[in-house]
């Protein structure tokens, strides 16, 4: 079983800028599509963005502001998140964009405030 492990997030003022990290444990390159996902306190968990054969796709909140990449020697993806807005604060966790997923890693967590 392929182990998530997230990192990148911390404390942001609004405008600023983040790039979170997804680091899998054993090899993601035939996992088609791969995703961003974001919980709030008190709302579900949402994707924000995904990459399918490089072809990326983003929620409508945060489509211009953040950046989806993947490497694929290093079965790692990144999300290059900029002009951060207090609601984009949640916990970010990566997995699989699509119903057969890994155990979901412990997640990063981003805060945007003054």
């Known amino acids: 079983q392929v182990q998530l492990v997230e990192s990148g997030g911390g404390l942001v003022q609004p405008g600023g800028s983040l790039t979170l990290a997804c680091v899998a444990s054993g090899s993601i390159f035939n996992i088609n599509a791969m995703g961003w996902y974001r919980q709030a306190p008190g709302k579900q968990r949402e994707l924000v963005a995904s990459?399918?054969?490089?072809?990326?796709d983003y929620a409508a909140s945060v489509k211009g502001r953040f950046t989806i990449s993947r490497d694929y020697a290093k079965d790692t993806m990144y999300l290059q998140m900029n002009s951060l807005k207090p609601d984009d604060t949640a916990v970010y966790y990566c997995n699989v964009a699509g119903l057969r997923k890994f155990d979901w890693g412990p997640g990063t967590r981003v805060t945007v405030s003054s």
């Open positions: 990459v399918n054969r490089a072809v990326p």
